[in-house]
Structure formats: structure tokens, C-alpha cells
């Protein structure tokens, strides 16, 4: 779904990320290459840092068709379908991802996992 996304911060223009009150402290990737079709197929896990609980995190994207996205506590496996929006491209900016954080798995935690299934031909 579409969205016509603010910035999500106010600290750095170039952004659409809440940089202010979350961070990606480590970032795994799983990619599958398939050199025919000139598509690359993948899983982003990043570990999210929190200074303060937000209701949603925001990500920039260039050129990924998001197929899913999920959350979970750190060190765990129970994965929760995250609802997120992306909106319209912005040429210097790309597309803005909004993960909504309905609520945390560990109400104490001020951190988590969360993770993007995609593909992108670009």
C-alpha cells in the first residue's frame, strides 16, 4: 500500500528514518542470486536498537518488492507478521518503509528483531 510518507526524523533530510529513537545495531542477509532472470531474492534481518518505544520504525528502500515483514523479541525464533506500509517512490530519496509495532513480544525489551522478505531486479 502507498502511503505519502513525512520524513522520519529530524536530525538528517537524506532519511526517512526515525534515526532519533531507533537504530540497526546489526544486519544479517540471506540472498539466493538467480543469474538468468537477473533477480536477487532475500531476507534482511536487522537487530533494532531502541532509545524509546515507537509505534512504528521507518526504513529507506530503493528498487525492493517487499513480499512480507516480520518482528520478533531478540534470541528468539516466534516471528509475528508486521503490518507496514511503502510509499510512492521519491526520486532522491527512494521509498520510505513504515513498520507498525502494534505492540512488543517482551513489553521490557528495547530491542528486537525485524526482518524483510524481498526480491528486486535493480
Do not use: C
Not at 526515525?18 to 537504530?23: C, G, L, P, Y
Not at 536487522?46 to 534470541?75: C, K, Q
Amino acid at each position: 500500500m502507498a502511503l505519502a510518507s513525512p520524513m522520519g526524523n529530524s536530525i538528517d533530510v537524506s532519511t526517512y528514518s526515525n534515526i532519533e529513537v531507533a537504530s540497526t545495531s546489526k544486519l544479517e542477509l540471506d540472498l539466493t542470486v538467480d543469474f538468468a532472470r537477473q533477480i536477487l531474492h532475500g531476507v534482511a534481518t536487522h537487530t533494532i536498537s531502541f532509545s524509546n518505544r515507537p509505534t512504528s520504525v521507518w526504513f529507506d528502500s530503493v528498487g525492493l518488492d517487499i513480499h512480507g515483514v516480520e518482528y520478533a523479541d531478540t534470541g528468539t525464533t516466534h516471528w509475528k507478521e508486521a503490518t507496514y506500509d511503502v510509499s510512492t517512490p521519491n526520486v532522491q530519496l527512494g521509498q520510505a518503509i513504515e513498520v507498525k509495532l502494534d505492540d512488543f513480544l517482551n513489553p521490557y525489551a528495547m530491542d528486537m528483531l525485524i526482518r524483510f522478505i524481498y526480491t528486486t531486479n535493480n
